[in-house]
């Protein structure tokens, strides 16, 4: 009896109690959640155009970041170096489609997989190279990224609200209407849908698929690169941060890998459920359950929808 | 000119169906396990511990996962932390019953990992693809947080370190700090054939075919009157025996100690690297597989100083470090480009072609 009393009973009761420990921690949830939701946008956008699933988009991340400061650090201003750094990340574009989608066309899903993994490989051997392995310090200030914190009274306490993380969850939010907007009202979007329906179908109606493979690659290292700036601000710059890569994939399970919205919602719900989970019931376990509960979590959705929230229905035929 | 058909008749059902059906394969694989067990008395102690013991337990490992994801179909991203039950089961034996030889104990501790593989694998039924393997990522992180937090898992000990106590068999030490690397090669190389032997049969028997009917299509499987849900739960529990097997031998006979870490999601996509490369769905593929992974980036650390100094470029450890995920990286790739069916069809062809030389077919 005493250990349900203490799963369903107290947990709420201290909910009850704290309301502003409960809106602290669901604010840190969803700052997170919007950040895992923008990394899951640049798996959603290749694998909705290309079918690949793309496991270098974590260290995509990490190079776009790297790429950013590595360059400020070398004398270049702080707007070159962003501008320099979007262009490295459209010439990765070109090069990997040119280099490892054309020639493994058609092939069956794993084998792209693992390319993508080939290409994680190259980019860490590449990033550390040339820019070398210890990590770095995000250049916050130079970008004009807020510092500092706000603390707000809010029912019989104070609540804090980090500069940085409310401009992270206001840029990503930009960027995530920004893609929606691109995706359903631009001609470029539009044959981007036609390709994630069918590849045959937009092939025949005049699409080029290589150049729209560019085009989402291009996108999803933009994607990364303003992943890359915000996390990087929140726990610097480091190859450790392609972690987080793989913390978007219950997130993709729960929206469904094809699916924006999914992505972001499953990001919110993920940030939120992990965090709680975590600050509630985690001590009854010794904590540190944050690094599996996201997946229990996408697991336990999955038996339920196993396309995910919004993924579309799977129908088998023989 | 000696890797010839002619000649030889098959004269009966089990000839036809034999998985080395020409002499010359069969005498290649005599002599290849004949030289695996000189190279034990002649192989220096670096080659052995360094190289060949890994090489073995890796190769063991991808057979597990070969089994899982390239026979039946259904990826997994596990791995890691099913070996980790196996090596954490194993201690625990050992420690538990120290009367009992350790050999045993290596095999049975696979049990545990298979009983857990099970488990994990009962979303399989409902689960597909990519989405499965996140699916089993919860079991990696699950499982390695239960190795962290559960000091039961290795005896109280401060460490939290598995470390291997002193063990015999026929009074050789095989196990714990005192074990030479020869006698330790000579376990795992017994290990990793039997093995082997065993999942070959599975293979191309009736599970083996029921497995690969579920990976081709499991509705119409299913419709064909095999159980969907024994036979993943089965392809689940045989791979994770194999990967618990080759946890524990990871541990006691090639490291001698480990912690948690060891079996960490890295570990796991390292496994998936060998099963792709070497081929998905075949047995020898493995092998190539974990000899390209492994050894490759081994072969790399000596080979590129040597290749770099004629031209007077003298490069520090950590450029070559980065070289070599390079290398590493732009090979995966390359070998997909040639061959996405990885090495073992590269070997297939290379037989083939042998076999009606000089002429092209």
Same mark, same amino acid.
């Given at each position: 009896?005493?250990?349900?009393?203490?799963?369903?009973?107290?947990?709420?009761?201290?909910?009850?109690?704290?309301?502003?420990?409960?809106?602290?921690?669901?604010?840190?949830?969803?700052?997170?959640?919007?950040?895992?939701?923008?990394?899951?946008?640049?798996?959603?956008?290749?694998?909705?155009?290309?079918?690949?699933?793309?496991?270098?988009?974590?260290?995509?991340?990490?190079? #776009?970041?790297?790429?950013?400061?590595?360059?400020?650090?070398?004398?270049?201003?702080?707007?070159?170096?962003?501008?320099?750094?979007?262009?490295?990340?459209?010439?990765?574009?070109?090069?990997?489609?040119?280099?490892?989608?054309?020639?493994?066309?058609?092939?069956?899903?794993?084998?792209?997989?693992?390319?993508?993994? =080939?290409?994680?490989?190259?980019?860490?051997?590449?990033?550390?190279?040339?820019?070398?392995?210890?990590?770095?310090?995000?250049?916050?200030?130079?970008?004009?990224?807020?510092?500092?914190?706000?603390?707000?009274?809010?029912? =019989?306490?104070?609540?804090?609200?980090?500069?940085?993380?409310?401009?992270?969850?206001?840029?990503?939010?930009?960027?995530?209407?920004?893609? #929606?907007?691109?995706?359903?009202?631009?001609?470029?979007?539009?044959?981007?849908?036609?390709?994630?329906?069918?590849?045959?179908? #937009?092939?025949?109606?005049?699409?080029?698929?290589?150049?729209?493979?560019?085009?989402?690659?291009?996108?999803?290292?933009?994607? #990364?690169?303003?992943?890359?700036?915000?996390?990087?601000?929140?726990?610097?710059?480091?190859?450790?941060?392609?972690?987080?890569?793989?913390?978007?994939?219950?997130?993709?399970?729960? =929206?469904?890998?094809?699916?924006?919205? =999914?992505?972001?919602?499953?990001?919110?719900?993920?940030?939120?459920?992990?965090?709680?989970?975590?600050?509630?019931?985690?001590?009854?376990?010794?904590?540190?359950?944050?690094?599996?509960?996201?997946?229990?979590?996408?697991?336990?959705?999955?038996?339920?929808?196993?396309?995910?929230?919004?993924?579309?229905?799977?129908?088998?035929?023989? | 000119?000696?890797?010839?058909?002619?000649?030889?008749?098959?004269?009966?059902?089990?000839?036809?169906?034999?998985?080395?059906?020409?002499?010359?394969?069969?005498? $290649?694989?005599?002599?290849?396990?004949?030289?695996?067990?000189?190279?034990?008395?002649?192989?220096?102690?670096?080659?052995?511990?360094?190289?060949?013991?890994?090489?073995?337990?890796?190769?063991?490992?991808?057979?597990?996962?070969?089994?899982?994801?390239?026979?039946?179909?259904?990826?997994?991203?596990?791995?890691?932390?099913?070996?980790?039950?196996?090596?954490?089961?194993?201690?625990?034996?050992?420690?538990?019953?120290?009367?009992?030889?350790?050999?045993?104990?290596?095999?049975?501790? $696979?049990?545990?990992?298979?009983?857990?593989?099970? /488990?994990?694998?009962?979303?399989? /039924?409902?689960?597909?693809?990519?989405?499965?393997?996140?699916?089993?990522?919860?079991?990696?992180?699950?499982?390695?947080?239960?190795?962290?937090?559960?000091?039961?898992?290795?005896?109280?000990?401060?460490?939290?370190?598995?470390?291997?106590?002193?063990?015999?068999?026929?009074?050789?030490?095989?196990?714990?700090?005192?074990?030479?690397?020869?006698?330790?090669?000579?376990?795992?190389?017994?290990?990793?054939?039997?093995?082997?032997?065993?999942?070959?049969?599975?293979?191309?028997?009736?599970?083996?075919?029921?497995?690969?009917?579920?990976?081709?299509?499991?509705?119409?499987?299913?419709?064909?009157?095999?159980?969907?849900?024994?036979?993943?739960?089965?392809?689940?529990?045989?791979?994770?025996?194999?990967?618990?097997?080759?946890?524990?031998?990871?541990?006691?006979?090639?490291?001698?100690?480990?912690?948690?870490?060891?079996?960490?999601?890295?570990?796991?996509?390292?496994?998936?690297?060998?099963?792709?490369?070497?081929?998905?769905?075949?047995?020898?593929?493995?092998?190539? $597989?974990?000899?390209?992974?492994?050894?490759?980036?081994?072969?790399?650390?000596?080979?590129?100083?040597?290749?770099?100094?004629?031209?007077?470029?003298?490069?520090?450890?950590?450029?070559?470090?980065?070289?070599?995920?390079?290398?590493?990286?732009?090979?995966?790739?390359?070998?997909?480009?040639?061959?996405?069916? $990885?090495?073992?069809?590269?070997?297939?062809?290379?037989?083939?072609?042998?076999?009606?030389?000089?002429?092209?077919?």
């Amino acid at each position: 009896m005493d250990i349900l009393y203490k799963v369903f009973i107290e947990p709420f009761v201290f909910m009850g109690e704290a309301p502003d420990l409960l809106i602290q921690t669901l604010w840190e949830g969803l700052v997170s959640g919007v950040l895992y939701a923008l990394i899951a946008l640049g798996f959603v956008l290749i694998f909705k155009a290309s079918g690949v699933f793309n496991f270098a988009q974590g260290i995509m991340v990490v190079f #776009a970041a790297l790429t950013l400061v590595g360059l400020y650090e070398r004398g270049v201003p702080a707007f070159l170096a962003l501008i320099l750094a979007v262009l490295v990340m459209l010439v990765l574009a070109v090069v990997v489609e040119r280099v490892v989608l054309r020639p493994l066309v058609n092939q069956p899903d794993i084998i792209l997989f693992m390319a993508t993994f =080939g290409l994680t490989y190259f980019l860490i051997g590449f990033g550390e190279l040339i820019f070398g392995g210890n990590p770095k310090e995000m250049i916050t200030d130079a970008l004009f990224l807020p510092q500092g914190t706000s603390e707000v009274d809010m029912l =019989g306490g104070m609540v804090r609200f980090q500069h940085l993380d409310i401009a992270a969850a206001i840029i990503a939010s930009i960027m995530i209407g920004l893609l #929606a907007v691109f995706f359903s009202k631009t001609r470029i979007g539009r044959a981007l849908r036609a390709v994630a329906d069918s590849h045959k179908a #937009a092939l025949s109606v005049g699409i080029s698929l290589n150049q729209i493979w560019v085009i989402v690659w291009f996108a999803a290292g933009i994607v #990364a690169l303003v992943a890359g700036i915000m996390w990087g601000a929140r726990s610097g710059v480091s190859f450790s941060l392609q972690i987080i890569a793989l913390k978007a994939l219950p997130v993709l399970i729960l =929206g469904g890998f094809t699916s924006i919205p =999914g992505a972001i919602i499953g990001g919110l719900i993920i940030g939120v459920g992990e965090k709680i989970g975590e600050f509630y019931w985690g001590p009854l376990v010794g904590g540190g359950i944050e690094t599996w509960l996201a997946y229990v979590i996408a697991l336990l959705f999955l038996l339920y929808r196993p396309q995910g929230l919004f993924g579309e229905k799977i129908i088998e035929r023989i | 000119m000696l890797y010839r058909e002619a000649g030889q008749f098959k004269t009966n059902y089990v000839a036809d169906s034999a998985i080395f059906p020409l002499r010359q394969d069969r005498l $290649g694989l005599g002599l290849i396990i004949v030289a695996a067990y000189a190279l034990a008395f002649m192989g220096s102690d670096f080659l052995l511990q360094a190289v060949l013991i890994p090489f073995l337990v890796f190769s063991l490992a991808s057979i597990g996962l070969n089994i899982l994801t390239g026979y039946t179909g259904l990826l997994s991203l596990g791995t890691g932390a099913f070996m980790g039950v196996g090596a954490y089961a194993c201690y625990k034996l050992m420690t538990a019953f120290p009367g009992v030889n350790v050999i045993v104990w290596i095999f049975v501790s $696979g049990f545990f990992s298979a009983a857990i593989g099970a /488990l994990f694998g009962l979303p399989s /039924l409902r689960i597909k693809g990519f989405y499965l393997a996140v699916a089993t990522l919860a079991a990696q992180f699950f499982l390695q947080w239960c190795f962290i937090r559960i000091p039961w898992l290795v005896n109280y000990n401060v460490s939290g370190a598995l470390e291997a106590p002193l063990r015999t068999l026929f009074g050789i030490p095989i196990v714990g700090a005192t074990a030479t690397p020869q006698t330790r090669y000579l376990v795992v190389l017994t290990i990793v054939i039997v093995l082997t032997w065993l999942a070959s049969n599975l293979v191309h028997g009736r599970i083996g075919r029921m497995w690969i009917a579920i990976r081709d299509m499991d509705l119409a499987a299913e419709l064909m009157g095999i159980r969907p849900l024994q036979t993943k739960l089965l392809a689940f529990a045989v791979s994770s025996y194999y990967c618990g097997v080759a946890g524990a031998l990871l541990v006691f006979l090639w490291y001698g100690g480990a912690e948690y870490d060891v079996f960490n999601i890295n570990q796991s996509f390292f496994i998936l690297f060998m099963v792709i490369i070497g081929g998905l769905g075949s047995l020898i593929g493995s092998f190539f $597989g974990a000899a390209l992974i492994f050894i490759l980036p081994i072969v790399l650390g000596i080979v590129l100083p040597a290749m770099m100094s004629p031209f007077g470029i003298s490069v520090g450890a950590d450029v070559i470090e980065h070289l070599r995920f390079m290398i590493v990286g732009a090979l995966i790739i390359f070998f997909l480009i040639v061959e996405p069916h $990885g090495l073992a069809r590269l070997w297939q062809i290379g037989k083939q072609k042998l076999l009606v030389w000089p002429f092209p077919y």
